[in-house]
T-cell receptor, first 111, second 112 residues
Framework: DAGITQSPRHKVTETGTPVTLRCHQTENHRYMYWYRQDPGHGLRLIHYSYGVKDTDKGEVSDGYSVSRSKTEDFLLTLESATSSQTSVYFC??????????FGEGSWLTVV | QKEVEQNSGPLSVPEGAIASLNCTYSDRGSQSFFWYRQYSGKSPELIMFIYSNGDKEDGRFTAQLNKASQYVSLLIRDSQPSDSATYLCAVNSNQAGTALIFGKGTTLSVSS
């Protein structure tokens, strides 16, 4: 158990509404990530963080923003949700070197 | 664009057989290689990692790395129906901190 909690686990929202997904870790790890997983595309990196207030873009960052005001929390925000953002979102942390562990996932449906 | 390629499958093997899962990667600078297992509706879980050329064994699992050929594989011996899952290959990105780049996964089905 990597001590990662994602919330909400499931959400249905309407197109154009803002959505924030939260990732909480209990063990003070420096690196945190948000990935999305879609059929035919696999896991793709959205944003990552290497410390408090230190974040950077990943492969598919358009339409997403992130914030990390505390070591333990990494927030992913969809400013105006679109149907193309319907996906499963996984938060992850890096514990030793490149070894990444995932949270349980957040299933988001945009209707 | 750095890529990790896997055959999507499904790969079907009978119970007790050896399942062989393969992965190729495009970035010769990649140093770290990982195999994850993902059951339907669940998050990926780490099975093994390998950094050096050759074989690395852990129980029924063996990871094999050939950097010259840019090839990494996972062998599962004595396959069990509980091994039926999607297997994801991942390599370090070198550009996004310690993030990993993932292949799309190979679905393994083990029949009893």
């Amino acid at each position: 158990d990597a001590g990662i909690t994602q919330s909400p686990r499931h959400k249905v929202t309407e197109t154009g509404t803002p959505v924030t997904l939260r990732c909480h870790q209990t063990e003070n790890h420096r690196y945190m990530y948000w990935y999305r997983q879609d059929p035919g595309h696999g896991l793709r990196l959205i944003h990552y963080s290497y410390g408090v207030k230190d974040t950077d873009k990943g492969e598919v960052s358009d339409g997403y923003s992130v914030s990390r005001s505390k070591t333990e929390d990494f927030l992913l925000t969809l400013e105006s949700a679109t149907s193309s953002q319907t996906s499963v979102y996984f938060c992850a942390i890096s514990i030793q070197g490149n070894t990444i562990y995932f949270g349980e996932g957040s299933w988001l449906t945009v209707v | 664009q750095k890529e990790v390629e896997q055959n999507s499958g499904p790969l079907s093997v009978p119970e007790g057989a050896i399942a062989s899962l393969n992965c190729t990667y495009s970035d010769r600078g990649s140093q770290s290689f990982f195999w994850y297992r993902q059951y339907s509706g669940k998050s990926p879980e780490l099975i093994m990692f390998i950094y050096s050329n050759g074989d690395k064994e852990d129980g029924r699992f063996t990871a094999q790395l050939n950097k010259a050929s840019q090839y990494v594989s996972l062998l599962i011996r004595d396959s069990q129906p509980s091994d039926s899952a999607t297997y994801l290959c991942a390599v370090n990105s070198n550009q996004a901190g310690t993030a990993l780049i993932f292949g799309k996964g190979t679905t393994l089905s083990v029949s009893s």
